[in-house]
């Protein structure tokens, strides 16, 4: 069993910050990559943020600049730091993590998701 835990999120005006903050814990042999999607009303989910030791950190066009992706790989966290947030930004945020087991298993996990809500 993996657990993955959000944290952070709520309602800001616009131009403000809000961070994020994510938890990988449970049967985990290594974590390939984690990030953040978001999903908005009405929308698909899509990627924000994608963090991998092999590769620079992966930005949606819509938040380069302003969002940044940080990764601790001794605690397996991974934390957003959503800055200049506008109206667009409003959102479930889920975090997910992709990872293999102890039996060389892989499997995407994902968080419960949480809301950010940015006031005009």
């Known amino acids: 069993q993996v657990q993955v835990v959000e944290s952070g999120g709520g309602l800001v005006q616009s131009g403000g910050s809000l961070r994020l903050s994510c938890v990988v814990s449970g049967d985990i042999s290594r974590i390939l990559t984690m990030g953040w999607y978001r999903q908005a009303p009405g929308k698909q989910r899509e990627p924000i943020a994608v963090v991998a030791s092999t590769r620079p950190t992966e930005y949606n066009d819509s938040v380069k600049g302003r969002f940044i992706a940080s990764r601790d790989y001794v605690k397996n966290t991974v934390d957003l730091q959503m800055n200049s947030l506008k109206p667009e930004d409003t959102a479930v945020y889920y975090c997910?993590?992709?990872?293999?087991?102890?039996?060389?298993?892989?499997?995407?996990?994902w968080g419960q998701g949480t809301q950010v809500t940015v006031s005009s």
């Open positions: 997910y993590s992709l990872i293999e087991n102890h039996l060389s298993q892989r499997d995407i996990c």
